[in-house]
C-alpha cells in the first residue's frame, strides 16, 4: 500500500497537502480530512472510491494535474462538499455534483458543452 499519507503529506487539523508530490493517484486519507490539496501532481483520474468514507470533506483542490477523467459519482457522497477546483487539467466531462457545492473552478480544461451533467448545476 506504500507509505502512510501523512509521512508522505503534510496533515494539519483536518488538512492535507499533498502539493508537488509527485503523486499518480489519491492517496488514502484520513477519515477526518476536511480539506485536500493534491496540486501540481501527476493524478489522471480520481475514482468514486478516493473520497466516498470522508463526510467531514468540504474543499477538494486538484489544480495542475493530469486529470483526464472523474468517475460519475467521485464527489457525489460527499455532504459537506463546498470548494472543487480542478483548474488547469485535461478534464472534457464533469460529474453531477453534490448540492453543497458553492465554488467550482475549471479552467483551462478541454471540456466540451455535453461534457458537463445536466444536472451539474441543480440545486436538490
Not at 17 to 31: K, Q, V
Not at 88 to 101: C, I
Request: net charge positive.
Amino acid at each position: 500500500m506504500g507509505m502512510p499519507t501523512c509521512l508522505l503529506c503534510v496533515c494539519i487539523s483536518g488538512s492535507v497537502y499533498c502539493d508537488e508530490a509527485n503523486l499518480d493517484h489519491i492517496p488514502p486519507l484520513p477519515r477526518e480530512t476536511t480539506h485536500f490539496y493534491g496540486r501540481f501532481n501527476r493524478i489522471r483520474h480520481v475514482k468514486n472510491t478516493d473520497f466516498s468514507h470522508l463526510s467531514k470533506l468540504k474543499r477538494i483542490d486538484l489544480t495542475g494535474n493530469q486529470l483526464s477523467g472523474l468517475d460519475e459519482d467521485a464527489f457525489g457522497p460527499l455532504p459537506q462538499l463546498q470548494d472543487i477546483l480542478l483548474a488547469d487539467n485535461n478534464l472534457q466531462a464533469l460529474p453531477a455534483l453534490p448540492s453543497s457545492v458553492k465554488y467550482i473552478d475549471v479552467r483551462n480544461n478541454r471540456l466540451i458543452s455535453n461534457g458537463i451533467h445536466k444536472d451539474a448545476f441543480k440545486r436538490r
